[in-house]
């Protein structure tokens, strides 16, 4: 028997109880990003049955599989933004969770390095990762995302014309304005409140 092909079998059918110990006996075999791929089924199918924490600390290990690999394997942009999304997953599935703090620290580095170009492209990354550190009370981490994305969202805004895009902007701009005075960078805070007024001038 195969444990591969019994896992695989049996989420295709939507067992994923039964997929689950098949797929655990995978964790150390294989090659590096073959790993990666088992860490990835075993979080879907606790996610599947509503073990969300479960599911997150093996969202956890994903994503600390692809920061892993080399650059033989997998391209780093690539493998940075592949791990952006399983640490997205993971602080999401580890709400409330002791463990929490500490992948939260994980998922600022990630988005760190991927943020490290501009935000531009990287919207929904940057948005969540406000609202996220803002829930968590790090208000200087959620300033710095909510302001950057805003940012790029501000030119796409200004150059498309579109009237939602401008108003999500502004809101954004307004996140980011509130938790830079929670953190003390009223500096900060002085130029978002300028950014979201010039916008409402266009409206």
Known sequence: MSD????IEAE?????????????????SGSALDRVGIHQALARCNEKLGRLKDGGRWRRKAGQGYVALSDDEMARDERQYLALV??????????????????AKEYAAVLKDNFSGGAEGLTHEGLFAGAFFRALGDHLTAAKYLFDTAEAMSEQATTTGD????????????????????????????????????LKQMT
């Open 4 to 7: 591969l092909l019994d896992a």
């Open 12 to 28: 295709a059918r939507g067992d994923f109880a039964a997929a689950l110990p098949h797929y655990e006996k995978l964790t150390t």
């Open 86 to 103: 399983e640490y997205r997953n993971a602080v999401q599935d580890l709400h409330g969770d002791a463990s929490l703090p500490e992948v």
């Open 163 to 198: 009237a939602n895009l401008r108003e999500a902007t502004i809101l954004a701009y307004e996140r980011a304005m509130d938790s830079a005075t929670k953190a003390g960078r009223a500096d900060v805070a002085r130029v978002a409140q300028m950014r979201a007024y010039d």
